[in-house]
């Protein structure tokens, strides 16, 4: 479907906290802080494919980043109620990634999109996939029969995503992304120049040193980490499973003109 109108920032600003996608957002305090305890503590599936070691213990220090690139509330005594997104950052998040896709049009990149939240985010990426190839790029385009302890892993609509029991599956892990760039390899493919992802995809990624740009939600702390850290290059905070996935659009029109794109 085409991207309606590209709105104007104070435009995308409203239309962000209307819709929920940042300001009070669905997301409550209970659950961020939880977390960014469990994250503190080691649990793996909070760390999105990345390799945090211990320097992430203090979950006073996770709840510092978040505050600063997220734009959560930042009192440790807050522990319960609505919690936030600066939507404000959103969209600063967004021009720097309009930026690293510009870089990829200039330079007819190979890119690799994928999503651990195809019921939100899939069209986003997909869109985004859409203007790249337009612009010369080239989509990168996964090797066939892949699969994890999760499920397999193949292409919707030019984005990778997980599958099981003939449903797209939302998952936080990084083996699907260890998955396809070990298959790429494995065929004697090069990498990707860029992956544009969220969740584990994202982090997978940058862990294992390929650009990555992604989204994440206020209660995923791990890729806003990993920014600060510049393992991934840039991290979008939205909310990423809102009531329709329509209410990106005018958020993906004002990346995809900001990229110079449209």
């Known amino acids: 479907m085409p991207i309606p ?29 939880s977390h960014y305890r469990k994250l503190a503590n080691g649990d793996r599936h909070y760390w ?13 220090d996770v709840l510092a980043v978040m505050a600063e690139r997220c ?47 195809p019921g939100g985010l899939l069209d986003v990426h997909r869109a985004t996939a859409a203007a790249l190839r337009a612009a010369g790029c080239e989509i990168v385009v996964i090797p ?10 193949f292409q919707f609509a030019d984005v990778a995503v997980l599958e099981r029991g003939a449903t797209l599956w939302h998952t936080h892990s990084g083996e699907p992304m260890r998955t396809i760039l070990g298959g790429l390899e494995h065929e004697g493919r090069p ?5 544009v992802a969220d969740h584990g995809w994202a982090g997978c990624a940058g862990q ?19 920014e600060s850290e510049g393992t991934v290059q840039v991290t979008v905070p939205l909310d990423d499973h809102v009531t329709s996935p329509r209410h990106y659009d ?7 003109s900001e990229s110079g794109l449209t």
């Open 5 to 33: 109108g590209t709105p104007s920032r104070a435009e995308l600003v409203d239309h962000l906290v209307r819709t929920r996608i940042a300001g009070d957002v669905a997301t409550p305090r209970e659950n961020n802080l």
């Open 48 to 60: 999105l494919g990345l390799e945090l070691g211990d320097r992430w213990s203090d979950e006073q």
């Open 71 to 117: 734009g959560v509330n930042d009192d440790p005594e807050y522990r319960y109620g609505q919690d936030t997104i600066d939507p404000e950052l959103t969209v600063a998040a967004l021009e720097r990634m309009a930026s690293r896709l510009r870089k990829a049009a200039a330079g007819k990149q190979r890119v690799l999109f994928a999503t651990g939240h």
């Open 144 to 153: 066939e029969g892949l699969h994890t302890d999760e499920g397999y892993v």
């Open 191 to 195: 990498l990707p120049d860029l992956v």
């Open 208 to 226: 294992l040193g390929v650009d990555s740009v992604g989204y994440a939600d206020c209660n995923d702390p791990a890729l806003f980490l990993a």
């Open 250 to 256: 005018p958020m993906t029109a004002y990346l995809l």
